[in-house]
């Protein structure tokens, strides 16, 4: 006897409409609450990993780990600037921005109060941090008390609006742009004039520069020489492995969501599972029937798994939709997820559900619908035809 | 009770999805428990360490703005304060351990323990670091985290000032949740002198008052006082100081009631699942039950209670395994992180557990009520009439 046609699983959700809805809604749930932590994850490794250009040095005090806790004298930057291997623009000005930055206190949206990182910087800055871009209003002007915020900035204090005042630390400053950086960590900081900023902090002129080396550059050898200047204690280290570094003080909060998420998906999983399984189970007599009807094992088994796993898609599909919809609720309510940073100021993390977790959570709702009905299809076509009858 | 017996066979009926069911319904109790052990850290966090009669005083326009050391003496002066100490952030990192950092302050050793007795020091070890210029007292969490004694040296470099101190461990507080470490502000003058620096500033003044009802009008006096100066500063109880500090942690603690709630969620659907499996199961054998003449409300309350006694043994279980899995993720964590703050403390309270433990219980109720309430009612001849 040839296969069972493909309308026979259709009626049967038809027929069986509520425990299938049942189904659905469990797989759903399963796709949703481990997709929004696998989100959470990736979103808080884009804001700390991703950050810094590969060919960008940044030079500090020796002995900082940050550049909040760096100090750097006017002489340095001098030195530093006119140093070969650098890249420069077109007219000749080297690609080196000096920046100063402080974390003085902001309110948020919902009325807290936080650190925020406060960079000075000078308009080169645009040009050695390339993957950052106004993306509303424009740059600031000098010397002008302007600022521009970065996109994580924007969602969650209070007053950072283009065109609004925002009072930080000391002073009230206008916002005239909002920036992005690819979803970075630039994105939680706040950019304004670099004297500006010296000013309002009243101690060394600059906490340290970053430099972008012309191609061919031996990044090596000019790390050694910026290190080995006797006149200014500096350690030169490159962008990307100085994120790295500040990535890794995160490193705690990223196994602990790692070691969550494995449980959650497991338990979720489980049930979804086991709901499947229990659906598939009851109709051992239906199968006994099929058997006895003349319908192969192979046929059987093939109809039931392709049920289950049409219906686990339709559960994936119901709880990526889900997932999109909680997410946005999350950034709506929350107005960015924050992780304290190793300087004492908040990365914003905003919640964004990448294709990536999505694909995680199809092959999730995939595995539970052949678990769960491969098993115990394949127990009820393996019994006797009459046994499976007298089940009933 | 009579049918306690009835209810317990026919779960054993079916063993392996009446296993499944409870290992499902089991582990993602025990998720709910761990997760909400999390935002109860903050509170347990502010009720132990935090004192309702201390105060810190600090620049208005953040914590990286410095004041004139010289504000500590007049604050010790204003009616109503009994005590004051100023602090500096050191930003000391342990190098032995991988650069891993704690709270680490330059505080003035004489006054620690007037402002901190709910800290309960032992006093010979506060009589050691007023004496010793190198002592150091530390919280017994990183004590612990790090294996370090009473005596014991150990080193920190600074990532705010261009010095690496030495320290002699002089004493702890004895309390398992403060990472804090604390040594003389003339240890860190004397090493920054050398670089040609004067230590003319202090970070934070923690100030300890004589009343509760005079602490609102003492932090007035105290903004008052150094208004229009070029440090205006900004009192705040020492559990208001903390609740903003850690009030960053809000959104990540959403999540965490986010994710909870849908786990919850599944356990309920799950336990639906497998009441109404069981329900449809045997609806001949109770169509039998009542045509022999048992009520439709001993029909529904066995089968409610059948659903419910799963749900709660192991939710139970769960429930109580949830002290284990603290135990190895608090291991695997590894004490105070930075990011996480006091929701890494990880303290599994009896009431924590008894939530879990209530949420089973009304799973399993909630699960049984709809199927059970179906079979008591379905109506007895048109079941039995059925062939299958």
């Not at chain 1, 004492?344 to 990536?356: A, E, G, K, M, P």
């Not at chain 2, 440090?231 to 850690?246: G, M, N, P, R």
Request: charged letters at 15%; one cysteine or more; proline letters at 4%.
């Amino acid at each position: 006897m040839s296969g069972l046609p493909l309308s026979y699983p259709v009626r049967n959700v038809r027929a069986r409409l509520r425990r299938t809805a049942l189904t659905i809604g469990v797989i759903a749930l399963a796709v949703i609450a481990t997709s929004v932590f696998l989100a959470l994850i990736t979103s808080l490794k884009r804001t700390l990993v991703a950050s810094g250009s590969p060919d960008n040095l940044i030079v500090l005090r020796k002995g900082s780990d940050n550049d909040g806790s760096s100090m750097l004298s006017y002489e340095a930057y001098q030195v530093l600037r006119y140093l070969d291997g650098i890249a420069t623009l077109p007219d000749g000005t080297p690609l080196v921005s000096a920046e100063k930055v402080m974390q003085p206190f902001a309110r948020t949206r919902a009325g807290g109060r936080e650190n925020i990182l406060l960079r000075g910087v000078d308009p080169i800055a645009l040009a050695v941090h390339d993957e950052v871009h106004v993306v509303e209003g424009r740059m600031f002007r000098p010397s002008a008390g302007e600022i521009v915020v970065g996109r994580g900035v924007a969602g969650r204090y209070a007053d950072a609006d283009v065109g609004a005042d925002m009072f930080i630390g000391k002073r009230t400053w206008r916002v005239v742009g909002i920036f992005e950086s690819g979803g970075t960590s630039f994105e939680s900081e706040i950019w304004g004039d670099l004297r500006d900023i010296a000013r309002d902090a009243n101690t060394f002129p600059y906490s340290g520069v970053r430099m972008k080396l012309a191609p061919g550059t031996d990044r090596q050898a000019l790390i050694e020489r910026i290190d080995r200047d006797p006149r200014y204690a500096l350690q030169a280290t490159p962008e990307v492995d100085y994120y790295a570094e500040q990535a890794k003080s995160a490193g705690t909060l990223y196994l602990l969501l790692v070691i969550l998420a494995i449980p959650v998906g497991v338990a979720a999983g489980f049930g979804a599972a086991n709901t499947m399984f229990a659906a598939v189970q009851s109709r051992t007599v239906e199968i006994g029937t099929l058997r006895a009807l003349g319908f192969s094992r192979g046929t059987i088994l093939r109809s039931f798994v392709l049920e289950s796993v049409v219906i686990s898609l339709i559960g994936f599909v119901v709880g990526a939709a889900g997932t999109l919809l909680v997410a946005f609720l999350l950034r709506i309510a929350l107005g960015g997820i924050a992780f304290g940073a190793q300087t004492f100021t908040i990365n914003v993390v905003t919640l964004r559900v990448s294709l990536r977790d999505l694909e995680a959570a199809l092959v999730f709702a995939t595995a539970i619908g052949l678990v769960g009905g491969l098993l115990p299809a394949w127990r009820a076509a393996h019994l006797r035809p009459v046994e499976a009858l007298r089940k009933a | 009770m009579r049918f306690l017996p009835l209810i317990l066979r026919n779960l054993g009926r079916n063993k392996l999805r009446t296993g499944l069911t409870g290992v499902a319904i089991g582990l993602a109790v025990l998720l709910v428990c761990f997760f909400l052990t999390m935002p109860a850290g903050i509170d347990v966090f502010l009720s132990q360490i935090a004192s309702n009669v201390r105060i810190s005083v600090h620049h208005k326009g953040g914590l990286v703005y410095q004041m004139p050391f010289a504000y500590v003496n007049k604050i010790r002066a204003v009616p109503g304060v009994v005590a004051a100490d100023g602090v500096v952030w050191f930003g000391g990192a342990f190098e032995e351990a991988g650069h891993v950092t704690f709270p680490s302050f330059a505080v003035e050793p004489e006054h620690v323990g007037a402002v901190w007795p709910d800290y309960h020091i032992d006093p010979a070890a506060l009589e050691r670091f007023r004496r010793f210029r190198d002592g150091a007292i530390v919280g017994r969490q990183t004590m612990e985290k790090y294996g370090w004694k009473v005596g014991q040296q150990v080193s920190l470099r600074s990532t705010i000032w261009p010095v690496t101190l030495t320290f002699r461990i002089v004493g702890e507080i004895p309390n398992a949740r403060s990472p804090l470490f604390w040594f003389q502000r003339e240890y860190l003058a004397q090493a920054i002198h050398e670089h040609g620096w004067t230590l003319s500033i202090v970070g934070i003044v923690w100030v300890r008052i004589a009343d509760p009802a005079l602490v609102d009008g003492v932090m007035t006096k105290l903004d008052a006082m150094f208004r229009n100066s070029p440090a205006e500063t900004a009192a705040e109880t020492e559990k208001s100081f903390f609740a903003s500090y850690f009030g960053s942690l809000q959104g990540f603690v959403a999540i965490i009631l986010v994710v909870t709630g849908l786990v919850a969620l599944c356990v309920l659907c799950i336990a639906a699942n497998t009441a109404s499996m069981a329900v449809r199961e045997r609806a001949r054998e109770i169509a039998v039950l009542r045509a022999i003449g048992f009520g439709r409300g001993l029909v529904f309350g066995t089968l409610v209670a059948e659903s419910t006694v799963l749900a709660t043994v192991a939710g139970g279980t769960g429930a109580l395994l949830t002290y284990a899995f603290t135990a190895g993720v608090k291991l695997a964590a590894g004490g105070w992180s930075t990011q996480l703050g006091p929701l890494s403390g990880f303290l599994v309270s009896p009431a924590i557990v008894g939530q879990g433990i209530l949420l089973a219980v009304v799973v399993g109720l909630v699960a049984g009520i709809a199927p059970a309430y179906g079979a008591a009612h379905r109506p007895v001849a048109s079941v039995l009439r059925e062939v299958f």
